[in-house]
């Protein structure tokens, strides 16, 4: 059994069993090995070609140089997921109604996707939200799950999508957590309705709701990278992560 069945009331929750865990812990690895070997083909095809002026040759490269990459960029974005979910746990504000502000988690899981593009960074945010589904589970049906722990952590990688653009770090954080605002407000409208406050209608209660927190955060996140030496920093730490 992979989940034991929580009642209380009319409510059904879902808590993932030793066994449930254990998978999940093995599906964490497997993203974080698929994030990996993104971000060294990624890094593999930005190498010089041999026969690209000063260009090392094929037989002065290091052996296992790329294994080298790989492993430096798996640590990276486990770094990541470590620091985004030790700093979910530290609250900023949490509002009466529900939803907290967290110590910049947000920030942290779309660094990998700045860091190394796309592939990796979706990857990294779905290790992320497999994490959080092992510590801090809240699950009343399967595809509420997929949206709240998988599409709205792992859209946090959209930021990948401005990897080499100016002002790349501010442009991907801004569309990462439109992409978890969107999954979230949309399991919010589905699955938990009931909640809407007096006199919403559901929808725009789950977009304000899920709105409140995670622009909340987004407010205080820009404010700190409006500073200059904060974005300078942000960018040597994307240096030393890309660097073989």
Known sequence: MLYNVIKDGDSVS?????AGKILLIAALAILLAAAAFFAGRRA?????????????????????ASARI???QMAFCAMAIALGTVLSNLKVYSFPFGGSVTLLSMLIICLPGYWFGLETGLITGMAYGVLQLI??????????????????FGALGLSGL???????????????ILGRWLFTALS????????????????PYTFAYN??????????????????YVRK????????????
């Open 14 to 18: 879902y808590v993932p069993t030793t």
């Open 211 to 228: 709105g409140c927190y995670i622009f909340a955060e987004a407010a205080i996140t820009y404010l700190l990278l409006a500073i200059p």
């Open 188 to 203: 919010g409208w589905i699955f938990f309705a009931e909640y809407a406050w007096e006199g919403w209608h559901p929808l």
């Open 44 to 64: 593999a095809a930005k190498k010089p070609r041999p026969d690209a002026p000063g260009a090392d040759s094929p037989e002065k490269r290091p052996k296992g």
């Open 70 to 72: 790989t492993a430096k």
């Open 135 to 152: 510590i801090d589970p809240y699950v009343i049906h399967p595809v509420q799950l997929l949206m709240d722990y998988v599409f709205a």
């Open 233 to 244: 920093t942000f960018a040597r730490v994307k240096q030393i992560a890309v660097q073989p």
């Open 162 to 176: 401005f990897t080499d653009k100016k002002n790349g770090l501010l442009k991907g954080y801004c569309a990462g």
